[in-house]
C-alpha cells in the first residue's frame, strides 16, 4: 500500500503546478459527474415519473372513492333491511317496470329449516337479452338480492334460434341464504 502511495506521491511532484491544477479540476469533474448520475438522476427521474403518473393515480382514486361510495349507499337502502314480502313487491315493481310480455314471478315455498329464508324464481319466455342481462345486473343487486341459480338460452322461433332473445329461469334469494 505505501508502495502506491508512494508512486503516486512521485507521480504528482513531478507534474507542474499548471498540470496538478488541471488534474484537481479534472477529479472534481469526474467527482461532480458521478455525483450526478449516482445521486441526483435517479432522484430527478423517479421525481418526474411521480409527476407523469399523478393525474391517472388521481383518477383512479375518483373512481375507488365512487364506487365506495355507491357501497355504502347500497348498504343503507332500505332494501338491505325490507321483510321479504316488502323485498318481493319491490321485486314485482322492478319486473313490472320493465314492461316485458313473457316474464313470470313465483316465490318459492319455505320449508321449515328455512323460517327466515326467502327465495324467488323468475320465468323469462322470448324477452329482449338486453333487458334480462341488464335487470340482472342492475336491479337485483339494489334490491339486496343474489342470484342462487341462472338456467337462461337463447330462445327458438321455430327452427330458427334468435340471438337477441332469452327465456328461462332466475331463482332469487337473500344473500347468504344457501341453495337448498
Not at 35 to 57: G, K, N, S, V, Y
Request: proline letters at 5%.
Amino acid at each position: 500500500m505505501t508502495a502506491r502511495l508512494d508512486n503516486l506521491l512521485r507521480f504528482w511532484r513531478a507534474r507542474s503546478r499548471r498540470e496538478q491544477r488541471l488534474l484537481c479540476a479534472a477529479a472534481c469533474c469526474l467527482g461532480l459527474v458521478l455525483w450526478l448520475q449516482w445521486a441526483i438522476l435517479p432522484a430527478w427521474h423517479q421525481w418526474r415519473d411521480a409527476r407523469e403518473r399523478l393525474p391517472a393515480l388521481r383518477l383512479e382514486a375518483v373512481a375507488l372513492e365512487t364506487v365506495l361510495a355507491e357501497a355504502a349507499e347500497l348498504a343503507r337502502a332500505p332494501q338491505a333491511r325490507a321483510t321479504p314480502a316488502e323485498r318481493a313487491a319491490a321485486l314485482e315493481n322492478s319486473l313490472d317496470a320493465l314492461g316485458q310480455d313473457g316474464v313470470y314471478l313465483q316465490t318459492l315455498p319455505q320449508t321449515a329449516s328455512q323460517e327466515s329464508a326467502a327465495r324467488w324464481v323468475v320465468e323469462w319466455k322470448d324477452a329482449p337479452a338486453a333487458v334480462v342481462l341488464d335487470w340482472l345486473s342492475t336491479d337485483v343487486p339494489v334490491l339486496g338480492l343474489q342470484v342462487q341459480s341462472l338456467d337462461l338460452a337463447r330462445s327458438r322461433q321455430g327452427a330458427r334460434t334468435q340471438i337477441d332473445r332469452l327465456g328461462g329461469r332466475v331463482v332469487l334469494a337473500l344473500p347468504g341464504e344457501a341453495a337448498p
